[in-house]
C-alpha cells in the first residue's frame, strides 16, 4: 500500500492513469480531513486523542523517507505528505471554527 502511494503523484504527472491516481490521492487527503474534522470535535476533554491523525501522518513519513528507494523524486512524496498535513491542518481549523460557532450561538 505504501508503495502504490508513493507512486501516485509521479502517475498523475505522467501516467495514463491519472485521473485514477489524483482520484486516491484525494481520497487519502479528504479522509486525513475527515477524521481530523471528527476526532477535533468530539475529542474536547482529551485533547492528545486529536494528535493521533498528526502522528500516523509523520509515521508515514519517516517511513517512506527510510525506504531510500524511491520510485518517484522526494519532491513528489514530499507533496503528496504535504498535502496530508494540509488537510489536517484544514480539518483541524474547521472544527475550532465549527466549536466557535456552536458556543457563539449557544448564548
Known amino acids: 500500500m505504501l508503495h502504490f502511494l508513493m507512486e501516485l503523484p509521479a502517475l498523475t504527472a505522467f501516467g495514463k492513469a491519472a485521473a485514477l491516481a489524483m ?8 479522509a486525513a480531513f475527515g477524521v481530523q474534522l471528527v476526532v477535533s470535535l468530539s475529542c474536547r476533554r ?9 502522528m500516523a501522518g509523520a509515521v508515514g513519513v519517516l517511513m517512506t523517507l527510510m525506504m531510500r528507494i524511491y520510485s518517484v523524486d522526494l519532491p513528489f512524496i514530499l507533496l503528496f505528505w ?8 484544514l480539518g483541524w481549523a474547521v472544527s475550532v471554527l465549527l466549536y466557535r460557532l456552536y458556543t457563539l450561538v449557544r448564548k
Open 23 to 30: 482520484t486516491v490521492m484525494l481520497v487519502f487527503w479528504c
Open 82 to 89: 504535504g498535502g496530508y498535513g494540509g488537510a489536517l491542518l
Open 46 to 54: 482529551r485533547r492528545w486523542l486529536s494528535l493521533v491523525p498528526l
